[in-house]
Every structure is written in C-alpha cells, then in structure tokens.
C-alpha cells in the first residue's frame, strides 16, 4: 500500500493565543492553579534578589506591546535546576509579558553565578533570553550580561565570540532601581540602530 505523506503546515507568527495559552495575566484571564511566570526567585532564595526590567523595539523604534519571553539562568552559586517546582525557592526556568499598555516586561529572580561552558571555560554571569512576538516566524534567542561583572565580561567566550566589540554593549544590562528594589534594565531591539545581537542555538 503506497504511503501517502501529507504536506507541512505552514508556519504562523506568535499571535494572541500564546498569551491566552501561556501569559493568562497579561491576556487578563484568571490563573491556573500552577503557573509558571515571572517570580523565579522566592525572598527566602540565596543570593542578590533582583528585578530584570525591559521593552522591546520593532525596527522603526516602536514598542511591541504583546511579545513573550521565556528565561534560563543559573542560581548565585551558578547551579542550574532542570526540574520546575512551585515549592523550591529558586527556580532556573520563568516567563513573562510585555504589557499592553506600557509595553513593559519584569522578571524577579537572583543575580546568577558564573557558570562554565561545553569545554570547560568560564562564563560571565548570565541569563538566557527566548522571545516571541508578531512576525517572527522561529523565537529568537539572545542573552543578559551585567554592566557590573566588567572583568568577567571580557573573559566571557561567547561576548568574545561577537567580532564587533561594539555589539556586544546590546547584551549588557544596566544596573538601576525600581521602587527602590535593586534591578537591571534589558531593552531588546529586533531591528534597525543598536540591534539586540541574536545567537543561532
């Protein structure tokens, strides 16, 4: 019997369901009773608790009010957790939602530790960064540097990695408050002047 192969789906931007889906908050429907969102780091956790704050840019300069980001980071002792559980006081895996008003994303987690890369070298502290939004087609990857880590950042393989060292400065958060909480401000560019620079994983 001949195998009939049916023909690929075509692929669809990020649109609203992936809020209804996976940001009720931000879509403005009620929690489920297990939701994984923007509080990766409880007040008992160890470590510098921080707030990592930030928009996102479309390629005129304009805010794109309804992007995703999904988050992954290593503890202050620069330990990953592989397994989510609401109960932990850290855990390594959080999302997020710019919001429709302001256009604005926080995440509250810890100042990660350094951690070391597939051959063994050192890594500046860091925080993996995955975004969705309209008309982007495959997420986007990039990464979070700390403006205050400059001597691990020089170090850091994967900032040395970027030819450009004037690239890299889109990488690297800067170091704020917000209502008086120690925090870290991450503007994402997709396009145009100061592009975010975005990894091929």
Same mark, same amino acid.
């Given at each position: ?12 931007? /990020?649109?609203? *369901? %992936? ?7 931000? /879509? ?8 994984? $969102? ?6 008992? /956790? ?6 990592? +704050? ?9 805010? +794109?009010?309804? =992007?995703?980001?999904?988050? $992954? ?6 330990? *990953?957790?592989? @397994?989510?559980?609401?109960?932990? =006081? #850290?855990? =390594? ?8 008003? /302001?256009?604005? $994303? ?27 939004? &309209? ?7 990039? &990464?979070? *540097? ?7 950042? %020089?170090?850091?393989? %994967?900032?040395? =990695?970027?030819? $450009?060292?004037? @690239? ?5 958060? &800067? ?13 994402? &560019? ?6 975010? +620079?975005? #990894?091929?994983?």
């Amino acid at each position: 019997m001949p195998v009939t192969l049916l023909p690929e789906t075509p692929s669809q931007t /990020a649109g609203p *369901y %992936v809020h209804i889906g996976l940001a009720l908050a931000a /879509a403005g429907n009620p929690a489920r009773e297990l939701e994984i $969102w923007n509080e990766m780091a409880k007040p008992d /956790a160890a470590g510098e608790h921080i707030l990592l +704050v930030g928009q996102v840019f479309d390629g005129m300069g304009h805010l +794109v009010r309804d =992007s995703f980001l999904e988050f $992954w980071q290593a503890d202050h002792a620069g330990e *990953y957790h592989s @397994r989510f559980d609401p109960e932990q =006081s #850290f855990n =390594s895996f959080g999302r997020t939602a710019t919001t429709f008003d /302001a256009g604005d $994303w926080i995440i509250k987690t810890v100042k990660p530790g350094q951690v070391k890369n597939r051959t063994g070298e050192l890594m500046a502290p860091h925080v993996n960064v995955s975004l969705f939004a &309209r008309g982007i087609n495959i997420h986007l990857h990039t &990464r979070i *540097y700390f403006d205050d880590e400059t001597e691990a950042n %020089v170090n850091d393989p %994967v900032l040395n =990695s970027i030819e $450009w060292a004037k @690239r890299r400065e889109t990488l690297i958060a &800067r170091r704020c408050e917000v209502d008086g909480q120690p925090a870290y401000r991450f503007d994402i &560019r997709l396009q145009g002047e100061g592009e975010t +620079v975005f #990894f091929d994983f």
